[in-house]
């Protein structure tokens, strides 16, 4: 919980973004680890999302590549259903969303928003996301096997 704070938060500043997701692979499901919004209250995150999902995040996962939504018309006309979740006040207008992968093994994921479509900001977020998912993910499969050491010797 404390790297996913640290993520989101840094990662918020850094980039520029209005909001932030991240979380860890379980059971075929991501479970959130913190949600952030810098510019209007932070919605309650939805404890686990689907890799079934229809939105920006779900694809990431399944492809285990970024996807990139740089308007909000382009959100609605990928992600509709997703779109129609967000709130109709929202001041975020561009998306990046990443699988989280250690090797080859996917561990979770992270997606910002962004108030703004210039190119510049998405951008520096490819830029910088793309440095920041390997490192997290990293530790992200660290923590995922000392948890598992911990519930096999709790087992054994």
Known sequence: ADVARVVIHQGLELTEATSGLVGILEGGKLRVLDWRSVTEPAPVAPPLISLDGDGPLAEALRERKAVWVESSAEFQTRFPNAYARLAPDTLTQAFVALPL????????????????????????????????????????????????????????
Request: with cysteine; proline share 2%; charged share 25%.
């Open 101 to 156: 992968l250690h090797g080859d093994e996917l561990v979770g994921g992270l997606v910002m928003g962004f108030a703004s479509n210039r190119s510049h900001v998405c951008g520096t977020a490819r830029a910088v996301s793309g440095k920041r998912a390997r490192p997290s993910s990293h530790l992200r499969a660290r923590a995922r096997r000392k948890a598992r050491r911990r519930t096999h010797s709790a087992n054994a």
